[in-house]
């Protein structure tokens, strides 16, 4: 009875997204938010049916679309997908909460961050190229109206590079699709061309890809256009500029769904399709993908020292925090992919925290000029412990969700060193990226100094308190930030089985003894 | 019958092991539920009682960590282990190792629960006296009971990555109590700094986990079935006849990794600078930071890997060692902030330990530590009581005379000046410290003699020490309580502590001296654990002394007695104040540069910040530099060539095309308003671009694949 739940939960949120319209606009907030509650509940009921153990998608719902070119609407849950889909529609509800004070035609406002939620499951779940495709630029249309129009004094252009840079991205996407859709027309398949993932995954057309294959020289091509295509989402520098601007436009709901879920898009489509489809591409160049990934993290970490926008250096520590997401992917050991994908997920919870804790403060100051703040932490005090907590987690303290990812990925870069000849590269690598650790404490507890510790300044008398509203959200956070630092097994029990594949797919099972 | 004997035996064995794990688990975990409570029931419920709630929880945990103690060592019983997985490390297709949680047992484990939870609670009752009227009363118990808890799991860590966690922890609280007092500035630098610094260090710690991890693969991970997985680590290499006579670049360099953490928590050279400066935090957390906990940890961790270090690691560990020892007691000589002396006394009674584990005599080591850790936290209580009685006037050139009014505080102190300086005679003392520093000593004697050569600095380093050490102590004994008052005001003003501050003193007093070796059994506490370690054929690890042999040397003689004439001199020369030394500094040439020296800290301060912070930000600043302008300038070009072309085909479309139909009038209005390029135009230019890219790409796709 479950088997269409999954096709519900993509197209609740569309439905919402009508009646946002359709309504008056004053009940639009309670739409969205009850439309968000009922696909958390979808979630939870998918999880708790989930069956862990199982390597392959669970819930298929498969449908001819496009017959004459073989496109399928097919979608599907496995460990892969299944905790960023419950990330995404915890995070929602709190984020429908974050824009509750929106004033500006909030109808219009939540029915494209509705359809925007739509796109998210989709891409999450589709197991057909095309189908992925289309939810990838779904996601990016609502986006760029939500920062163009809700967003900063920028917002226009911040807008614009965000959906440019994104299509750009997509553009390498497209390419490579059309190239292994022909891919599999040229060869002998019973099955005949297709977009399907899983059927890609198959030894016959892993073959073409192969060094030996007829197909490798596509194989190196594609493997570096689709890395770009996520690169860009993730973002990877030096394909991350269009994520300052847009977080620093964007109202603070926007920045906490952009950060918290959006850029997982890229690390998840690396993990399901760069690296399943290309393996041995990405085993020939896994050393430059991890250096760009350790330059990511350093110089994200550099950049966001060097902000005296309070926002903007949350901004750039997604962009270091990420560069772990994509070294764990780089460096081709497992515990480098549980490790990418739990600081998805960390980071999922924690970036969203601090820009809902900056949002907070923005509401009130209007401001963000992190040296013309002091004191916070005296004026509120709660509210200070809370933001410790959030940026703590942000740091990867011990105990709170940043600090498994982080562990994780730094084992698996030096457990390269294993099948390696030469081990050098591998420790300077993991040693560099170690560093990035220092740099990281080192931004966040200076902005920690400026902004929270200090005299307290007297025009924080005239702000408001943060409300009841507010705190809710915050303490959601940072209650999910602990419990993923203490309990990582929650998440690794539904990613296991489907690691385990992805593994022997990409070939590293005899690789990693 | 004999199997059910055995068995019953084997049963009666678990359940002891049982309820000392429960004990000990309880003591870990009970400063934790404190603090939390504190911490969300303080400031509405408990206000002022959250002080005597937090004591009173902080002494349930000592009662457990005594009776674990007890349990332990009257049941002679073998050390064991105990683990729940926590994270997965999967080694391939047969399954996952974990990193575990847990829990460790050994002599080692239980003597330093039971100091740490005695300490803290002696410093929790301290606290319920200073930090009276301080506005944030609660939440100081709450960090500190917090702080302890990270501490225990340090103690009682069964791996290197549970260690980590329970490392970084103390780093965090010892962030929040040194900064404790955030509005002003020092503590709010002295805070960032001792946690950065610290963190240095912890990132020397995860690379050397990383290539352990990488060479041993899952041992590194897996706790041994009867010991910590530190003997699970000796084992693996112990049994390698290659390693053992080749010892590998790998491990060394793994070794000396693993002990920069050490480095940083235990502030050694070159990560020193950050203990002096966290003085700024509240004497109570200077009292049990540079005592029992966050410093103690570092030389804790080095005995722990003691069995992975190779020769070449022993080599710098001990050089590390005496370089801080022999540089913090010259700074200890020359300032005049009591609490700084302190500061630099503790980093230079570090370098002690560092340099005993490194030499081999890492049973004295960890006995300095405990011996150390009573007389330190009481001096540091000591000066806090007095600090806060002079108002928070921590200059000790406004002090003198202050034994009058303070007697107790002043025995306290003095008691622990005789103990640190090590007065005895013969072999025989009635000071702690005695024991501890001349056992240290013997061991560099004998690994100095092994080296040879400059190796001797190893053995004659710590014995100038052990004469510098009481000068220094006896100097701001004497400026403190001796002489005639140097400020009346303050000297009228100044009472003795109340009763919470004055007991604690005078049990850790107490404590500095029945912590002798005829009275209480730490050294063989200890010295179990040396069996445990050793006996995994790791044959790199030699000629460990032990206190058997060191009546057969006249050293306790010389070292003895010369403590108590440094201590006369020093009290000789400071007892009426600066004018004696200031006489010296003028006569004797050279003198007036090295004081300058070492009263600016040898300029690390200085260095570290123009060559670390400011290159740093300045980096920072380039990055953000080429962010803005190289990648970012990348792209913003490329958007404007693109506006630019669209600005050309739009026209091209109006004036042109469509000048063609609608003639030359109308298409130079049309031009206007492409010109103007309105949101909409945009937008449709941009789609428009979207084909023609696909386009492109498809015709690219097509040449890639049939090309």
Known sequence: MYESLLNWLIFTPCIGAVACLLLPADKARNIALGTSIITLLMTIVLALEFQIGHSGPQFVTTLQWIPAINVQYKVGLDGLSLPLIVLTSALSVLVIGAGWKIEKSPNIFMALYLLLLSGMYGVFVSLDLVLFYVFFEISLLPMYFLIGVWGGPRKEYAAIKFFLYTLAGSICLLITMLGIYNVTSSADFVAGNTWDMMALQTPAIQALFSPEGEYWNFARWAFWLTFIAFAIKIPVAPFHTWLPDAHVEAPTPISMILAGVLLKMGGYALMRITYPLFPDAASLYWECVACIAVFGILYGALCAMAQTDWKKLVAYSSVSHMGYVTLGIAVLTRTGFDGAYYQMIGHGITSAMMFFLVGVVYERAHHREINNFGGLWLAWPKYGGWSMLGFFAGMGLPGLCGFIGEVMVLLGTFQAAQRVEDPTFVYIIGSLAAFGVVLTAGYILWMFQRIYMGKTRPEYDHFEKPTGREYAIMVTLGVAALIFGIAPILVFSYTNATFNNLMSVIGLAGLTN | ?707
């Not at chain 2, 962030?175 to 020092?186: A, H, P, R």
Request: aromatic fraction near 14%; hydrophobic fraction near 50%.
């Open chain 2, 1 to 707: 019958m004999h199997t059910l004997i055995t068995l019953a035996q084997l049963t009666a064995v678990e359940a002891d092991q049982e309820t000392v794990r429960k004990l000990l688990v309880w003591a870990t975990l009970l400063p934790l539920v404190s603090s939390i409570m504190v911490l969300f029931l303080g400031t509405r419920y408990l206000k002022k009682q959250a002080g005597t709630f937090a004591c009173v929880v902080m002494g349930i945990s000592f009662a457990c960590a005594i009776l674990a103690a007890f349990k332990f060592t009257s049941g002679n019983m073998e050390s064991f282990t105990w683990k729940i997985p926590w994270i997965p490390i999967y080694m391939g297709k047969d399954g996952a190792s974990w990193l575990y949680l847990g829990l460790f047992c050994d002599q080692l484990t239980v003597a330093l629960m039971a100091m740490v939870t005695g300490i803290s609670l002696l410093v929790h009752i301290y606290s319920v006296g200073y930090m009276e009227g301080d506005k944030r009363y609660e939440r100081f118990f709450c960090y500190l009971s917090a702080f302890t808890f990270s501490m225990l799991g340090i103690v009682t860590a069964n791996g290197l990555m549970q260690l980590f966690v329970f490392w970084e922890l103390v780093g965090l609280t010892s962030y929040l109590l040194i900064g404790f007092w955030f509005e002003k500035k020092g503590p709010q630098l002295a805070c960032k700094k001792a946690f950065v610094m610290n963190r240095v260090g912890d990132t020397g710690f995860l690379i050397g986990f990383g290539i352990l991890f990488v060479q041993l693969g899952g041992k590194v991970l897996v706790p041994a079935a009867d010991g910590s997985m530190f003997d699970a680590i000796a084992a693996e290499l112990g049994g390698k006849a290659a390693i053992m006579e080749h010892p590998p670049m790998w491990l060394t360099v793994a070794g000396i990794c693993l002990f920069f953490g050490a480095i940083g928590k235990s502030a050694q050279f070159p990560l020193h600078t950050w203990l002096p400066d966290a003085m700024e935090g509240p004497t109570p957390v200077s009292s049990i930071v540079h005592s029992a906990t966050m410093v103690a940890a570092g030389v804790y961790l080095t005995a722990r890997i003691f069995p992975i270090l190779t020769p070449a690691a022993h080599l710098f560990v001990c050089i590390i060692g005496l370089i801080t020892l022999v540089m913090a007691s010259m700074m200890a000589m020359v300032m005049t902030d009591i609490k700084r002396v302190l500061a630099y006394s503790t980093l230079s009674q570090l370098g002690y330990m560092i340099l005993g584990v490194g030499s081999g005599a890492y049973i004295f080591a960890l006995f300095h530590l405990i011996t150390h850790a009573f007389f330190k936290c009481c001096l540091f209580q000591c000066s806090g009581s007095v600090i806060n009685m002079a108002h928070h006037q921590q200059d000790m050139r406004y002090y003198g005379g202050l034994a009058k009014k303070m007697p107790l505080t002043a025995l306290a102190y003095g008691i622990c000046t005789l103990t640190i300086s090590g007065i005895g005679i013969g072999s025989f003392s009635i000071f702690s410290g005695f024991y501890s520093k001349d056992g240290i000593i013997l061991g560099t004697y004998n690994y100095a003699h092994e080296l040879g050569g400059l190796g001797s600095l190893f053995f004659w380093g710590p014995v100038i020490v052990a004469y510098i050490t009481p000068f220094y102590m006896a100097r701001s004994f004497a400026l403190t309580f001796l002489g005639k008052p140097r400020d009346q005001h303050l000297y009228d003003h100044v009472k003795e502590a109340p009763k919470t501050m004055v007991v604690p003193q005078l049990i850790l007093a107490l404590c500095a001296i029945i912590s002798v070796p005829w009275l209480l059994p730490w050294e063989q506490m200890i010295e179990v654990t040396r069996e445990t370690l050793v006996n995994k054929n790791v044959t790199w690890i030699q000629g460990i002394p032990t206190h058997a042999e060191h009546h057969h040397i006249a050293l306790p003689l010389l070292f003895g007695l010369a403590g108590a004439l440094m201590l006369a001199v020093g009290i000789w020369m400071y007892k009426d104040g600066f004018g004696k030394a200031e006489y010296l500094l003028k006569k004797v040439p050279g003198l007036k540069l090295l004081y300058t020296w070492a009263l600016n800290k040898f300029y690390f301060d200085h260095l570290y910040d123009v060559f670390f912070v400011k290159m740093t930000k300045c980096f920072a600043a380039i990055c953000n530099f080429i962010d803005k302008w190289g990648f970012d300038g990348l792209v913003n070009v490329a958007g404007h060539w693109t506006k630019g072309l669209a600005w050309f085909t739009g026209a091209f479309d109006n004036k042109v095309v469509d000048g063609l139909v609608n003639g030359a009038a109308n298409s130079a209005r049309a031009g206007g308003q492409a010109l103007r390029t309105t949101q909409p135009g945009r937008i449709r230019v941009y789609v428009s671009l979207l084909f023609v890219g696909l386009v492109i790409a498809l015709m690219f796709a097509m040449t890639l694949v049939t090309g």
